[in-house]
């Protein structure tokens, strides 16, 4: 396989994820936009829920989407940085994985505090961290369960 075969296959989907969630980092994307799709799917499932659990449960989506996104961002780097390798595991994969995530969380929230409808917040970089870490840590079981 060629290199740019091999970065075909392996960088173009980090690329384009990365500019998924550079997108879901727009106005577009805003707590009153998602909101208000939501809400009335939530009555309509959940007639009686409470304003309060509106709320919760819109925060709640929120930051599962944050760990989904990152999650998925942590796996595609792992895979990027693994590319054709027989070996199935490499801490230095998982490690270089999580410094972009952690890069990228930071730097998708440098970019919110431009966008009006939105904030920049050191929190969501640590629930975005969390979602990379945790794919990490499927691929560590994963590999050495596998071995067994």
């Given at each position: 396989?060629?290199?740019?075969?091999?970065?075909?296959?392996?960088w173009i989907p980090v690329i384009l994820w990365m500019s998924v969630i550079f997108w879901m980092s727009?106005?577009?994307?805003?707590?009153?936009?998602?909101?208000?799709?939501?809400?009335?799917?939530?009555?309509?499932?959940?007639?009686?829920?409470?304003?309060?659990?509106?709320?919760?449960?819109?925060?709640?989506?929120?930051?599962?989407?944050?760990?989904?996104?990152?999650?998925?961002?942590?796996?595609?780097?792992?895979?990027?940085?693994?590319?054709?390798?027989?070996?199935?595991?490499?801490?230095?994969?998982?490690?270089?994985?999580?410094?972009?995530?952690?890069?990228?969380?930071?730097?998708?929230?440098?970019?919110?505090?431009?966008?009006?409808?939105?904030?920049?917040?050191?929190?969501?970089?640590?629930?975005?961290?969390?979602?990379?870490?945790?794919?990490?840590?499927?691929?560590?079981?994963?590999?050495?369960?596998?071995?067994?």
């Amino acid at each position: 396989m060629t290199f740019h075969r091999s970065f075909v296959k392996y960088w173009i989907p980090v690329i384009l994820w990365m500019s998924v969630i550079f997108w879901m980092s727009s106005e577009a994307f805003s707590s009153q936009n998602t909101g208000s799709v939501l809400e009335p799917i939530l009555r309509l499932l959940v007639p009686q829920i409470s304003p309060q659990g509106v709320d919760l449960t819109h925060a709640l989506v929120r930051k599962a989407g944050h760990i989904t996104e990152y999650f998925i961002l942590s796996l595609l780097l792992f895979r990027a940085f693994r590319g054709k390798s027989p070996s199935s595991w490499n801490w230095r994969w998982s490690f270089s994985a999580l410094i972009i995530v952690v890069l990228w969380a930071g730097l998708d929230e440098f970019h919110q505090s431009f966008v009006p409808a939105r904030s920049a917040s050191a929190v969501d970089v640590g629930i975005d961290t969390a979602g990379g870490s945790l794919a990490q840590l499927v691929i560590f079981f994963e590999h050495h369960f596998r071995k067994k």
